[in-house]
């Protein structure tokens, strides 16, 4: 049986399991039921969800609902799963959703030690203008702090009356009593909007989260005579495999991971260095053709920087037949990843500035 632990390092090897063992719902089974998909869901990047049909009808019916996603601004940098998570909160924008994205800083003050003040100033510096850098609309979204929202909290106190402590070490495992706290949090963030608006809501997370939306649909479950909550929906994104190729974060080294932003020049050397799937030799290449599947390089852009899908598979045919080498298709890799850094660091310095417009709720 798989264990996930959200606040762990593991990365997961066997998605397929991984929807069995949690019986979630493969993503590949409701790409004719959204809209346009976006090539995230289409390469099964996006590889899972639950109660994904719900959000489909309302988005098919115009029915209202919500898509809400939060992060805790523990560093000053994010990563590339957080890219993930954003693009797929502007895809449920863009298909109407009502948006919410909070800044767990009861969660990283808990888990993290981090003051509320040091995360505040962080978010309003860098978070909240790097979702808006990454595609989120600061006019459309609604942004909160979980400190200073009365309904999260007041959620979370009733909460933990409906929860035994055996429910939660069966779910997360040991558990510290600030994990309680922020998951009686979360769950409190996942359903809050509905006291305003019966209406059932998607949460886009990593696959790392699923221990949350279990609790809280327990909860759901449980609360149905006070609060009839729908069930949350939620979108599940596999992990960003380190360059080095190695599958425990917290072992590969710091060169194997590029964060958002970095230096677009240090970014690009990380590239040249990532692991392919490049055989022995140049001749036995030009005769085998490469691994494609086995390349970090190519995993980076069928997972950030190339969303045109005939792009992607030329990419691949021509490595498979042995026409595009590995040296060549790094120099190709490293220029889009410097070209990534610049327009981010671009779009951040013009998302900054959108201060004004920027939608808090209290
Ligand atoms: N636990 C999440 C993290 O580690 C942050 C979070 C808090 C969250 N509340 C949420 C995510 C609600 C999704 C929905 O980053």
Known sequence: MNKIDPWGTELIEDYARLI???GLEPMEDFLSDFPKPNYLMRRGIVFAGQDLKQIADAIKEK????????????????????KTVIEMVKYFQEQKAKTFVLIADLESAATRGISLKEARERALNFYIPAYIALGLDPKKTIFYFQSENDQVKNLAYLFSQKITMN???????????SRILSALAQAGDILFPQLEEKMPGVIPVGIDQSPHIRLTRDIVRRTKSEFNFFLPSATYH??????DGSNKMSKSNPNSFISIPE??????????????GGRNTIEEQKKLGGIPEKCMVFEMYKQHLIEDDKKLQKIFDDCKKGKLLCKEDKENAVNLMILFQQDFQKKLDKAKKTRKQWKFFK
Not at 167 to 177: D, L, Q, R, S, V
Not at 263 to 275: F, R, T, V, Y
């Open 20 to 22: 069995k063992d949690f």
């Open 63 to 82: 029915k209202p609902f919500y898509c809400l996603t939060g992060m805790m601004p523990s560093s000053e940098r994010i990563h590339f799963g957080t």
């Open 167 to 177: 429910e939660f070490k069966a779910i997360y495992g040991e558990i510290h009593p």
């Open 238 to 243: 596999k992990f960003v495999p380190a360059l």
């Open 263 to 276: 230096n677009p020049i240090d970014s690009g050397k990380k590239m040249s260095k990532a692991l392919t």
